[in-house]
């Protein structure tokens, strides 16, 4: 089945610095890359995603990249704030659509 | 206000004593799929359902089991529940699975469950 691996597991950034989260999947049919925050004691929540048909996206302080050929994608925040203190997980979804395969996360901290 | 609701939050319960973790949305939602997440491993997907009274295993099935008789429920039951399945479970919801923009899933809150 579809793999999803994710780095680092532990990120801690100042204030004011930009955070750098990679994924690496291993189905190359794989055409959608969503991206969810989960703070303390909540479900996830999707906070940007890419389709396979482009590159790069960006929201405001976030933006993701996708490279089809090596499989990988990133997040970047930007201007990191506290409030962005969180667990984030990358997904991919399968062809056919029907599942989403999480990796295994990144615990972001963001020193005031 | 549209949102994805679990109960209980939390259960403490003893080895073999099935139990039924409920989940109900409210967005007129296709799609509902349930998943445990445990430490390093992100979220592992369990069941999920594309419409109702469709259902199919996800990535880690074995001790659950899930029904889909009307559109807006999605209950996991775990027949007889065993100390490797503590975990927090969430149930999640999308419009559908297929055509752009629908996917989004949102998440309930969790159930944390104990089996001892």
């Known amino acids: 089945g579809e793999n999803v691996e994710q780095h680092p597991s532990t990120l801690s950034v100042q204030e004011g610095d930009s955070a750098v989260i990679k994924c690496t999947y291993s189905?190359?049919?794989?055409?959608?890359f969503p991206w969810y925050k989960q703070e303390l004691g909540k479900g996830p929540q999707l906070i940007i995603d890419?389709?396979?048909?482009?590159g790069e996206k960006k929201d405001q302080r976030i933006a993701v990249t996708l490279n089809k050929t090596a499989k990988h994608f990133s997040l970047h925040i930007t201007e990191t704030q506290p409030e962005d203190s969180a667990v984030y997980f990358c997904?991919?979804?399968?062809?056919?659509?029907?599942?989403?395969?999480f990796g295994g996360g990144t615990r972001l901290m963001v020193k005031p | 206000e549209a949102q994805v609701t679990q109960n209980p939050r939390y259960l403490i319960t003893v080895t073999g004593k099935k139990l039924t973790v409920t989940c109900s949305q409210n967005?007129?939602?296709?799609?509902m799929s349930w998943y445990r997440q445990d430490p390093g491993l992100g979220l592992r997907q369990i069941y999920y359902?594309?419409?109702?009274?469709?259902?199919d295993k996800g990535d880690v099935p074995e001790g659950y089991k899930v029904s889909r008789k009307e559109k807006r429920n999605f209950p996991l039951i775990l027949e007889s529940p065993s100390p490797n399945q503590t975990s927090l479970y969430f149930c999640?919801?999308?419009?559908?699975?297929?055509?752009?923009?629908?996917?989004?899933?949102?998440f309930g809150p969790g159930t944390r469950l104990t089996v001892t």
């Open positions: 999640a919801s999308s419009l559908s699975y297929a055509g752009f923009g629908r996917y989004e899933q949102y």
């Open positions: 967005m007129n939602h296709e799609y």
């Open positions: 890419i389709r396979s048909n482009v």
């Open positions: 189905d190359s049919a794989s055409n959608y």
């Open positions: 997904a991919e979804r399968n062809n056919a659509g029907n599942m989403l395969t």
């Open positions: 359902s594309m419409n109702v009274e469709v259902t």
